[in-house]
């Protein structure tokens, strides 16, 4: 099953916001809401930020944000601050009874 | 706190089989469904499989034929095996756990590299 398909690079200035797609189709992003999103940081843990598309963990600050389109599914970072430097991946439920992850996106703060 | 712990062989030969077990600490093992994720060299990261506590497992279509998910309740163990490997097995490989279509537990990784 193809990878969901995620910008390579973000990059955004301290305090600016910034959004991160995740496409996919019908048969995963398209067909649930089992969308969620991940952080990823060197010698880290990857760290669940959203699930369920919009869905916040006890913890995660609130400038993480989630929303779906169609097949198309999308991270916000609102108030961009240095530790959110990091990769950032979307995964789907699908139709296989199985998951799908996105190419991973990297994020830049300038 | 949930705490994940991947342990095994760094190297495995080509043809051969990969094992990897992963501790579960800070709750019971049947509180979430398991799974594995790996992340080959300067590639994105792929679900390989899940398991239940009662042994109910999925797999990712493109790996079923050659990957196994198992799980021991009493030691609070479940396990990763892949057969027939080559290069393109080598990665890190995490093992992770949640619930509802999400993973809220990770381990820090353990890197497995498939040569000769």
């Known amino acids: 099953q193809p990878a969901l398909t995620q910008p390579a690079s973000v990059s955004g200035s301290p305090g600016q916001s910034i959004t991160i797609s995740c496409s996919g189709t019908s048969s995963d992003i398209g067909g649930y809401n089992y969308v969620s999103w991940y952080q990823r940081q060197p010698g880290k843990a990857p760290k669940l930020i959203l699930s369920?598309?919009?869905n916040r963990p006890s913890g995660v600050s609130s400038r993480f944000s989630g929303s779906k389109s169609g097949n198309t599914a999308s991270l916000t970072i609102s108030g961009l601050q240095a530790d959110d430097e990091a990769d950032y991946y979307c995964s789907s439920y699908t139709s296989s009874a199985s998951y799908v992850f996105g190419s991973g996106t990297t994020v830049t703060v300038l | 706190q949930v705490q994940l712990q991947e342990s095994g062989p760094g190297l495995v030969k080509p043809s051969g089989t990969l094992s990897l077990s992963c501790a579960v600490s800070g709750d019971s093992i049947s509180a979430y469904w398991w799974s594995w994720v790996r992340q080959p060299p300067g590639e994105g990261l792929e679900w390989i499989g899940e398991i239940s506590h009662s042994g109910s497992s999925n797999y990712n279509p493109s790996l079923r034929s050659r990957v196994s998910v198992s799980i021991d309740n009493f030691k609070n163990l479940f396990f990763l095996t892949v057969n027939s490997v080559t290069a393109a097995d080598t990665a890190i490989y995490y093992c992770?756990?949640?619930?509802?279509?999400?993973?809220?537990?990770w381990g820090l990784g353990t890197l497995v590299t498939v040569s000769s």
């Open positions: 369920h598309i919009s």
């Open positions: 992770a756990g949640g619930n509802f279509w999400t993973w809220n537990h």
